[in-house]
Nanobody, 124 residues
Framework: QVQLVESGGGLVQPGGSLRLSCAAS????????WAWYRQAPGKERELVTI??????NYAETVKGRFTISRDNAKNTVYLQMNALKPEDTAFYYC???????????????????WGKGTLVTVST
């Protein structure tokens, strides 16, 4: 099992900044990818950004304002959010895809895990 602990959400004024973090712990051998999703009230969950095998992609709505980064030594991912807008208000969820070696022949499995979410509110 893998546990994800998110932190950093809160209330911020429009134009402000927040940094979210998400730390993974448990049984895995490596991390294939990290992603951040968000879900606003009454809306579907949407992908914000994903970092996978050296490539990074962002939703058009956050490009240039949000930055994903990862500390591989700490198994932690960050989401730096700048120039926040009221429409960025949502629960933010991190997702990790991990890889585990399952036998002596080196066979592996991959699995995704989700954090419980942290609320970001952008308001005056």
């Amino acid at each position: 099992q893998v546990q994800l602990v998110e932190s950093g959400g809160g209330l911020v004024q429009p134009g402000g900044s927040l940094r979210l973090s998400c730390a993974a712990s448990g049984r895995f051998d490596s991390i294939n990818s990290w992603a951040w999703y968000r879900q606003a009230p009454g809306k579907e969950r949407e992908l914000v950004t994903i970092s996978s095998f050296g490539s990074t992609n962002y939703a058009e709505t956050v490009k240039g304002r949000f930055t994903i980064s990862r500390d591989n030594a700490k198994n932690t991912v960050y989401l730096q959010m700048n120039a926040l807008k009221p429409e960025d208000t949502a629960f933010y969820y991190c997702r990790v895809e991990v890889r585990r070696v399952v036998n002596v022949e080196g066979a592996t499995t991959t699995r995704q895990y989700w954090g419980k979410g942290t609320l970001v509110t952008v308001s005056t």
